[in-house]
């Protein structure tokens, strides 16, 4: 379970999040959604232990989140993963990444950890890419490689940056399925992200968030009059199929 | 007959360049090149520090770029200074305190062009043995690592939240990295130092697609250019360090056509 307790942000006096107090229970598909400068990434960065000079609390399972934070790992797909193009590593040694906090100091991956890699690329639909480097890859192919990396860390809670960003529109889909059968494992998702009308059949619980809390609550007791008041006057609901 | 010191002036030419070219492709990955320059700069104020007082030269300047460097950060983070221009600005201050403490010393003179290229005829037996004791320390911490330097480079703040120590990591490559160029200057000077920090990497890179190749081909790279480079400077009477950095570009230049080909 996350609890964030009356949470503010600000940087040089302007206000980034205010009074965000909601929790999230396990095994909810959680979406957050919200305009461009709402704060979802910040959210995102205080929760995962990056910024730290923040008013409130957060907690995960009962314990302060720096202090969860500091014996397990989150799995985490942020919008932009920043690499060099020319990085000499493969899908594989990035999904082994995932393996890494398991491992002692120094100590090197073995037979079985690579084969454990291999399986979660498979999961995650990218059992054929593992040789390939990662400058090579398309987006859609490197949001499976990063999620193949979250799973691998036997974390209860992935989180994911506005993972559709970056993949074609076929490819959401397919990518949402794959979140959805994790999910059914009983893990917590908690995703960032614009589209809507994609989330609206996945997941399970929504926050609405504009620097403040519009709403938090689950996903089919939310009404569209909400979220026009999150996102502003300009936007409306546009029913689409894929 | 081959007298003692050109045999050292070899050797420690061959193991400057294998202890250099071992932290190149983290340096080069990462791009952080710019700190082998700026440590070297830095050392300059150390090495007039301890000529000025008295002092143990390898001791001072060492400590004197560890103090630094840890400054740097230090003001970077807490006055949320660009890293780039912190670095600039102490470089800069470095040299600064380093030429005024030389002027002050009346009856010393400091010779430049050894600094910026080094002095290889002045090596003995304690720098070859500093050297190979150098060379063991960091492909053992390489292969110790390996793990944690390889997802520090890829980046450093996903591996954080993977929970990999990058940051004990990190420490300890950065204050290797400076003993590295503190023990080197002496030897290579600030221009072959700069270079063997950049190009044996940037040369793998151009042939090698994975990163244990990378590495094991810089090492390569530099040991042949700093041997022949050693050898044509002695036949043709050239500056040693000079003609070591221009053997290695040639190198460059060719691997450059074979990556052209290859993609």
């Not at chain 2, 050292?8 to 990462?30: D, E, H, K, M, Q």
């Not at chain 2, 500093?130 to 390996?146: G, M, P």
Request: some cysteine; hydrophobic content about 50%; aromatic content about 12%.
């Amino acid at each position: 379970m996350i609890i964030f307790n009356n949470v503010n942000y600000n940087i040089d006096g302007k206000s980034i999040l205010m009074n965000i107090d909601f929790t999230i229970k396990d095994g909810e598909f959680v979406a957050i959604v919200g305009p461009n400068g709402a704060g979802k990434s910040t959210l995102i960065k205080l929760l995962l232990g990056l910024i730290d000079d923040f008013e409130g609390s957060i907690e995960i399972d009962g314990f302060d989140h720096i202090k969860w934070l500091r014996q397990h790992p989150i799995g985490y797909l942020p919008q932009k993963e920043i690499f060099d193009r020319h990085f000499p590593a493969t899908a594989l040694d990035i999904a082994l990444m995932g393996l890494a906090s398991k491992l002692s100091f120094g100590k090197r991956f073995s037979r079985s950890d690579i084969d454990k890699a291999k399986k979660s690329l498979e999961v995650c639909g990218a059992q054929h890419l593992h040789k390939s480097l990662i400058g090579s890859l398309s987006g859609g192919e490197f949001q499976r490689v990063l999620l193949a990396r979250a799973l691998l860390t036997d974390s209860p809670y992935i989180v994911l940056d506005e993972p559709e960003a970056s993949i074609d529109r076929p490819g959401v889909l397919g990518f949402f399925e794959i979140l959805r059968t994790i999910h059914a494992t009983g893990k917590t998702i908690i995703t960032i992200s614009h589209d809507l009308h994609t989330l609206s059949s996945y997941c399970t619980f929504l926050v609405c968030l504009n620097k403040t809390l519009h709403c938090h609550s689950q996903m089919d007791l939310v009404d569209a009059e909400v979220i026009q008041k999150t996102f502003g006057e300009s936007f409306h609901i546009i029913e689409k199929d894929y | 007959m081959i007298y003692n010191f050109i045999i050292y002036a070899f050797l420690g030419c061959v193991l400057s360049g294998i202890s250099l070219a071992l932290f190149s492709p983290f340096v080069t990955l990462r791009k952080i090149s710019y700190m082998g320059e700026a440590l070297s700069h830095i050392a300059f104020a150390g090495i007039a520090l301890a000529l000025f007082f008295g002092l143990n030269i390898h001791i001072t300047t060492l400590l004197f770029v560890v103090i630094i460097s840890l400054l740097i950060g230090i003001v970077s983070k807490r006055f949320k200074l660009d890293e780039a221009n912190a670095i600039t600005i102490f470089l800069s201050v470095s040299m600064s305190i380093g030429i005024i403490l030389i002027s002050l010393k009346n009856n010393y003179t400091f010779d430049l062009a050894s600094y910026l290229f080094g002095n290889v005829l002045l090596i003995g037996k304690a720098d070859i043995v500093q050297l190979v004791i150098l060379s063991a320390v960091n492909l053992f911490f390489i292969l110790f690592v390996y793990k944690e330097l390889f997802y520090l480079t890829y980046n450093a703040e996903i591996a954080g939240v993977y929970r990999i120590r990058v940051k004990l990591v990190n420490y300890l490559f950065l204050i290797l990295l400076a003993v590295n160029i503190v023990i080197n200057l002496k030897i290579a000077g600030i221009i072959l130092v700069s270079a063997q920090l950049i190009l044996p990497a940037v040369i793998a890179f151009n042939i090698a697609k994975r990163f244990t190749w990378a590495i094991v081909i810089g090492v390569l790279v530099s040991m042949i250019s700093a041997g022949i480079g050693f050898l044509l400077s002695w036949y043709f009477n050239l500056p040693t360090g000079a003609s070591i950095v221009v053997f290695e570009f040639c190198i460059f230049v060719l691997t450059l056509t074979f990556k052209r080909k290859h993609n």
